[in-house]
């Protein structure tokens, strides 16, 4: 980024500081969902913001019987749907579709992989795209390694300008097939062009963590085990499984939104500042982290671990199905639905203190937020064991979503002749205070990837360190499988052995 | 009513507000004006702006002519629904002061002040009329505003502000909306000589074609605005000013680049296309040589709103993007000047050029 501002004096002093080189970005799996619903409303609100290079191109290759036509009026209609920007503005939509092509093919088909060659060179000689390439596999993940040997295979990798490929969770199901996936990766592209994308690495909330804890001087001194009592991170959904079913079935709460989310979330809170902004020296802190997460075993996890799957219940006054009465789901499912872990940290700054990390579908409510909660202040003065003024934890809470902002509790005398305390709350809200639209996550995603900027994406052995944890949790739980997996109402917190993990430490968990 | 009263006015309607409501503050933000007729666009550009940026809104309505000495004071809130759906609230305190009230405002804005929030000023006309005043505020302001576009008499009151933000600049950060609204400009402008595009070309252009179109009666503001985009060009490019030729419609400056050669500029009044066509329409940048001839465009399109970029060379035109563009309302200049928190050193360097500059044509 500074390098470009730096190369182009007209740059100085503009809010636009960060503008990629000209490229083509080629989409595999162009027709499905993610394509539809993120991806190309994506490069149209970068289009439409002036942020594309002057020189782009977009290649849509997909199985779907379409030709170019075809294939823009579907990401037309897609724009029109489920871009944040409307109405849309049709000389920019034109003139981006202008730059719109289609290949149909086969992923494992070395043919298509040709005709994409002949396609990308004819856009560097039509479109000066220079030889650039952004990659897009929004398939499934089996087909990670295929696409990317193929695209090797057939002159698309290596070549003249730079060539980068941009992968969707999840990055394998446990440390064997992580490193797979990163050593077939890895063949075919250098580690730097590769692209991990996970998207809560996208919103600003989270990109807020880093601002928060390193632009705050406040915090940083107090952020550690002598002050800091426990850590709770939250991604609670209201939403079932949907139509999701075959992938999740596979997957479970802890492959889906623990082992990558939230131990994201999770590596930002707790890592060393690093030495400066630049993605290495960030990526490097967060693996140093994950390595200090003390490893459970069979004992612990049983301690320290909770599963459940959702049956029948009310959700904001409406019945919603069990999980086992959903589309798709066998009848005997095993899959968790809800996970909730008790991890350590075995480093300076955090020996000693439990985080406790819980994600569940079909709870009381939705929301994802970090739980910074603060040791009581010494029983003396108002804290003593018969005193009739308890006081409470200061908590910082940082909410991801929805209503994103933070929060500080602490406690206050209310008015009055007797000595009563109560939590007050401090309130900072993202929309209340920063009222302009801020990007999508995936536009900021999409426009780091151009740019050659991997700040925001996962790097292979934190992948790989965060299965390392995992792999022995979900290995008991397969072989538990048979026996017993808890279940809980739809609409309530997850099972109550989840309640009892925190009450065991004379703990709760924080409603949201 | 006094000052006390009105802070407590304003804690007290915190208090009753629906619970739902929050109160957000940002900074504070003064507007001074002493112009009548401009209290309605006051009174409607206010609203828009604190939906994006709430803040404790100082108004001051100033009547320094009127014989009788008073100011007075009255709140009210703003309430608007933020991009989360919550409502929010934030208050506007307007002083109205009339006669020898009016240099008593500096004093009574303090006392209204959130504290520790940036303080943002934004004088509404020529503040050189009221220097002692605008004197006084820039003692704890930390931004000050104002727009260049309506200036007349330029030679001397450009030089009189030169005067004043080389005064104050090493505290209080300036904004001109007459530079403010050429963003678009010189972001399209930058797009040419991105890595990957013509990064070794910026330093090769000697040609400049500047045109522009102007409101009836107002040549010289406009003609100001299109000396600012070349000022830019010239601090960026390092390039030194030799000679002018003036004139209101066609004024020509000659200028040596870093290598010692010749750049050449002119800025071009053209007549009205559609009846309110105002500010820069079209820029060349061109590199000529014996060898090389190679035209960097920035045109705008008033039916479309667009701002289309294109390269010439001897092949030929190439159209490389169309960027939406519309004018920029006044308090999106606002949320846009007053996010920046640093200095604009650009712009002040091109101020200080636009000033010798101006001295020339």
């Given at each position: 980024m500074h390098r470009i501002a730096l190369m182009n004096p007209l740059r100085e002093g503009l809010f636009r500081q960060r503008v990629p080189e000209p490229?083509?970005?080629?989409?595999?799996?162009?027709?499905?969902?993610?394509?539809?619903?993120?991806?190309?409303?994506?490069?149209?609100?970068?289009?439409?913001?002036?942020?594309?290079?002057?020189y782009f191109s977009l290649v849509g290759v997909a199985f779907n019987d379409l030709d170019i036509a075809g294939f823009r009026d579907e990401m037309k209609a897609a724009v029109k749907e489920f871009s944040r920007l409307k109405p849309i503005n049709d000389t920019v939509f034109n003139s981006l579709a202008d730059r719109m092509y289609f290949i149909k093919g086969d992923f494992n088909d070395p043919a298509t992989y040709r005709e994409l060659h002949s396609r990308l060179e004819m856009s560097d000689r039509e479109h000066g795209t220079?030889?650039?390439?952004?990659?897009?596999?929004?398939?499934a993940p089996s087909l990670f390694a295929s696409i990317a040997g193929n695209l090797k295979q057939n002159g698309l990798s290596g070549g003249q300008g730079w060539q980068r490929v941009v992968i969707e969770?999840?990055?394998?199901?446990?440390?064997?097939?992580?490193?797979?996936?990163?050593?077939?990766?890895?063949?075919?592209?250098?580690?730097?062009?590769?692209?991990?994308?996970?998207?809560?690495?996208?919103?600003?909330?989270?990109?807020?963590?880093?601002?928060?804890?390193?632009?705050?001087?406040?915090?940083?001194?107090?952020?550690?085990?002598?002050?800091?009592?426990?850590?709770?991170?939250?991604?609670?959904?209201?939403?079932?499984?949907?139509?999701?079913?075959?992938?999740?079935?596979?997957?479970?709460?802890?492959?889906?939104?623990?082992?990558?989310?939230?131990?994201?979330?999770?590596?930002?809170?707790?890592?060393?500042?690093?030495?400066?902004?630049?993605?290495?020296?960030?990526?490097?802190?967060?693996?140093?982290?994950?390595?200090?997460?003390?490893p459970l075993g069979e004992k612990e996890i049983r301690s320290q671990t909770?599963?459940?799957?959702?049956?029948?219940?009310?959700?904001?006054?409406?019945?919603?199905?069990?999980?086992?009465?959903?589309?798709?789901?066998?009848?005997?499912?095993?899959?968790?639905?809800?996970?909730?872990?008790?991890?350590?940290?075995?480093?300076?700054?955090?020996?000693?203190?439990p985080f406790y990390l819980r994600h569940g579908k079909?709870?009381?409510?939705?929301?994802?937020?970090?739980?910074?909660?603060?040791?009581?202040?010494?029983?003396?003065?108002?804290?003593?064991?018969?005193?009739?003024?308890?006081?409470?934890?200061?908590?910082?809470?940082?909410?991801?979503?929805?209503?994103?902002?933070?929060?500080?509790?602490?406690?206050?005398?209310a008015p009055g002749q007797i000595l009563q305390i109560q939590s007050v709350k401090m309130d900072f809200r993202f929309g209340s205070e920063f009222a302009g639209a801020s990007p999508e996550a995936y536009e900021r995603l999409l426009l780091d990837a151009m740019i050659g900027d991997a700040t925001l994406f996962i790097r292979h052995d934190e992948a790989e360190q965060s299965w390392r944890f995992f792999d022995p949790v979900l290995a008991s739980w397969r072989d538990e499988s048979a026996r017993f997996l808890p279940t809980y109402a739809a609409g309530t917190w997850g099972p109550p052995e989840a309640e009892q993990l925190l009450q065991n430490d004379d703990r709760d968990w924080r409603r949201l | 009513m006094s000052n006390s009263e009105v802070?407590?006015?304003?804690?007290?309607?915190?208090?009753?507000?629906?619970?739902?409501?929050?109160?957000?503050?940002?900074?504070?933000?003064?507007?001074?004006?002493?112009?009548?007729?401009?209290?309605?666009?006051?009174?409607?550009?206010?609203?828009?702006?604190?939906?994006?940026?709430?803040?404790?809104?100082?108004?001051?309505?100033?009547?320094?002519?009127?014989?009788?000495?008073?100011?007075?004071?009255?709140?009210?809130?703003?309430?608007?629904?933020?991009?989360?759906?919550?409502?929010?609230?934030?208050?506007?305190?307007?002083?109205?002061?009339?006669?020898?009230?009016?240099?008593?405002?500096?004093?009574?804005?303090?006392?209204?002040?959130?504290?520790?929030?940036?303080?943002?000023?934004?004088?509404?006309?020529?503040?050189?009329?009221?220097?002692?005043?605008?004197?006084?505020?820039?003692?704890?302001?930390?931004?000050?505003?104002?727009?260049?576009?309506h200036w007349t008499n330029l030679h001397y009151t450009v030089r009189q502000v030169s005067d004043c933000i080389e005064r104050y600049q090493s505290k209080v950060g300036f904004t001109n909306f007459n530079w403010a609204r050429l963003r678009p400009w010189r972001d399209c402008t930058a797009d040419f000589f991105d890595l990957g595009l013509f990064p070794e070309d910026v330093w090769k252009i000697n040609r400049v074609r500047i045109e522009f179109m102007s409101l009836p009666g107002n040549e010289e503001g406009f003609q100001y605005r299109s000396l600012l985009y070349l000022s830019w060009l010239a601090v960026q490019l390092e390039w030194t000013p030799v000679r002018g030729m003036p004139g209101t419609d066609r004024a020509q400056i000659e200028f040596t680049n870093k290598l010692g050669e010749v750049v050449d500029a002119e800025l071009i009044l053209v007549p009205q296309s559609n009846g309110a066509g105002q500010s820069l329409q079209k820029v060349v940048l061109g590199i000529e040589s014996a060898t090389r001839k190679q035209e960097f465009i920035i045109e705008r399109e008033h039916k479309g709103r667009m701002m289309i970029l294109s390269c010439c060379d001897e092949k030929g035109p190439t159209e490389l993007r169309k960027v939406p563009h519309s004018?920029?309302?006044?308090?999106?200049?606002?949320?846009?000047?007053?996010?920046?928190?640093?200095?604009?050193?650009?712009?002040?360097?091109?101020f200080k050029m636009a000033a010798n500059l101006l001295q020339m044509v």
């Open positions: 490229c083509a970005m080629v989409i595999f799996g162009a027709t499905g969902d993610l394509a539809r619903r993120k991806l190309v409303p994506a490069v149209y609100s970068l289009a439409y913001e002036g942020l594309l290079p002057p220079r030889g650039n390439r952004l990659f897009y596999l929004s398939t969770k999840p990055f394998g199901r446990d440390v064997a097939s992580a490193r797979e996936l990163n050593s077939h990766l890895q063949r075919n592209f250098c580690e730097e062009e590769i692209f991990r994308i996970d998207h809560y690495l996208g919103k600003e909330t989270v990109q807020n963590i880093l601002v928060l804890r390193f632009a705050n001087g406040i915090f940083e001194p107090i952020w550690r085990n002598q002050f800091i009592d426990h850590v709770q991170i939250t991604v609670a959904e209201t939403l079932g499984v949907g139509r999701r079913a075959g992938y999740y079935e596979e997957a479970g709460a802890l492959r889906d939104m623990m082992q990558n989310h939230m131990m994201q979330l999770l590596a930002l809170i707790t890592m060393e500042p690093p030495i400066n902004l630049q993605a290495e020296h960030i990526r490097n802190e967060k693996v140093k982290v994950l390595e200090s997460i003390r909770v599963r459940g799957q959702y049956a029948r219940g009310y959700i904001d006054g409406k019945l919603a199905a069990g999980y086992r009465e959903e589309d798709g789901i066998a009848q005997q499912s095993k899959t968790e639905t809800f996970a909730c872990v008790k991890m350590f940290i075995d480093n300076w700054r955090w020996s000693g203190v079909r709870l009381a409510k939705s929301g994802t937020e970090i739980s910074i909660c603060f040791k009581k202040s010494p029983g003396i003065l108002f804290n003593a064991s018969d005193s009739e003024t308890p006081v409470d934890h200061n908590v910082l809470t940082i909410r991801v979503q929805p209503d994103e902002g933070i929060s500080l509790r602490m406690e206050a005398k | 802070i407590s006015h304003t804690a007290s309607s915190e208090r009753t507000i629906d619970t739902a409501v929050s109160h957000a503050c940002l900074s504070n933000f003064i507007v001074f004006t002493e112009d009548p007729d401009d209290e309605a666009f006051i009174n409607e550009t206010i609203p828009q702006y604190v939906i994006k940026h709430p803040c404790r809104v100082i108004l001051i309505f100033a009547r320094p002519r009127q014989s009788e000495s008073k100011l007075e004071q009255s709140i009210h809130s703003h309430n608007y629904r933020g991009l989360s759906g919550r409502s929010a609230t934030c208050d506007q305190i307007t002083l109205r002061a009339s006669g020898s009230g009016v240099k008593e405002t500096a004093s009574a804005v303090q006392s209204l002040l959130v504290p520790d929030l940036p303080i943002n000023l934004w004088w509404r006309g020529m503040f050189l009329n009221q220097m002692p005043l605008v004197d006084q505020m820039l003692t704890f302001a930390d931004r000050f505003i104002y727009d260049g576009t004018d920029s309302t006044v308090a999106d200049l606002l949320y846009r000047e007053l996010g920046r928190r640093v200095r604009n050193r650009v712009f002040e360097k091109t």
